[in-house]
C-alpha cells in the first residue's frame, strides 16, 4: 500500500493506521523523494504496491494553479499505478466540491475526481466534510498583527483519525466504483469552532466573524457544505478532539 501526500497531516495518520493493521505502507512525498508533479521517484516508490490512497494537498490559491497540480499530479500517479499493475486507487476528497464553484482548491479536486473516474484504474473516492483542524489553520491563513478573520461557515467536520480510518477500510477492500461521504457527528459554525480551538489552545487571538478578508467566497454560506443523508458518520465529536488539542498543550 502507497499513501500519497503520506507526511500530510491525513496522510501521517493513514500510514499510522495502516502500520497498526499490520501492513508496510511507502509514505510518497517530495520528503521521501518523489515528486508527483514531475513523476520523478514515483515509479520506485510503486514498486510491488497493491493499492494507492492519494491524499495529496496544495495551498496553490488560484484555480488554474490548482487544476494543474492535481492534473499532473493524477495522470503521473494513474500512468504509473499502470505499470506496477496497481488494482486499486482511493482518493480523498472534499464534501460539496461541485456545489461551490469560486474555490480554487475545489476546482482542482473536481479535475482530480474526474480524472481518477476517468481512468483506467479501478478507484473509489472518499469525500470528507471539514477536518476539526481547519478552524486553526484558517486562523493561521488570515492572522495579522493579533487578529484573524473567520468566514460564518456551517460545516459537520470530522476527526482526521476517523477520516483515515475510512481510508484504510476502504483501500483493503474491493474498488468501489463510486464516492462514499464522511461526516462527523454534528453541525458546528466555524467561528465557534476556531474560539473554542484558541481557547483550548491557550491563544489569545482576536477573532473576526466576516466574509471579507479571508479566502472563502460567500457561496460557502447556507447548506453548501453539509453531507447528504446516506454520509457515513464518524465517531470522535469536536469536544473529543479539543480535549486531545487541551493535552497536546
Ligand atoms: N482540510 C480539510 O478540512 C479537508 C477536508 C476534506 C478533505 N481534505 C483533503 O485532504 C487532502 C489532504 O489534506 P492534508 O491537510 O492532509 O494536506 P497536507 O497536510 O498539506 O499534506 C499534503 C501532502 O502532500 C505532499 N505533497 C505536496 N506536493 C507534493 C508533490 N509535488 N509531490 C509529492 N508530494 C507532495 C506533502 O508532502 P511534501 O511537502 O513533503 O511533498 C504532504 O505529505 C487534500 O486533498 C484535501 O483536499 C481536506
Not at 500510514?15 to 514515483?42: F, K
Not at 494553479?65 to 493524477?74: G, I, K, V
Not at 482576536?206 to 443523508?229: K, T, Y
Request: charged content about 20%; some cysteine; overall charge negative.
Amino acid at each position: 500500500m502507497a499513501v500519497i501526500g503520506g507526511t500530510g497531516l491525513v496522510g501521517r495518520h493513514t500510514v499510522d493506521a495502516l502500520r497498526a493493521q499490520g501492513h508496510d505502507p511507502v509514505p510518497v512525498s517530495r520528503t521521501t523523494g518523489v515528486d508527483v508533479t514531475t513523476g520523478a521517484g514515483l515509479d520506485e516508490a510503486l514498486d510491488g504496491v497493491g493499492a494507492v490512497i492519494d491524499s495529496l494537498s496544495t495551498e496553490v490559491r488560484e484555480p488554474a494553479e490548482a487544476e494543474r497540480f492535481f492534473a499532473a499530479s493524477t495522470e503521473n500517479l494513474l500512468a504509473a499505478e499502470q505499470r506496477a499493475g496497481v488494482g486499486h486507487h482511493v482518493v480523498l476528497s472534499i464534501v460539496g466540491i461541485d456545489r461551490v464553484e469560486g474555490n480554487a482548491h475545489y476546482a482542482g479536486k473536481r479535475v482530480q475526481e474526474a480524472m481518477v473516474q476517468d481512468g483506467a484504474i479501478p478507484w473509489s473516492i472518499v469525500a470528507a466534510t471539514q477536518f476539526y483542524d481547519f478552524a486553526a489553520q484558517v486562523v493561521g491563513w488570515t492572522r495579522v498583527d493579533g487578529t484573524a478573520v473567520i468566514p460564518p461557515l456551517l460545516m459537520r467536520p470530522c476527526a482526521v483519525p476517523d477520516v483515515a480510518a475510512v481510508l484504510v477500510e476502504v483501500a483493503v477492500g474491493e474498488p468501489l466504483g463510486r464516492t462514499i461521504e464522511v461526516a462527523g457527528p454534528d453541525n458546528h459554525d466555524l467561528v465557534d469552532m476556531a474560539r473554542r480551538t484558541l481557547a483550548v489552545r491557550g491563544d489569545a487571538v482576536r477573532l473576526i466573524a466576516s466574509w471579507r478578508d479571508q479566502p472563502f467566497n460567500v457561496e460557502m454560506a447556507g447548506e453548501v457544505l453539509l453531507p447528504g443523508d446516506d454520509a457515513r458518520v464518524t465517531p470522535m465529536n469536536f469536544e473529543t478532539w479539543l480535549e486531545y488539542e487541551a493535552v497536546k498543550g
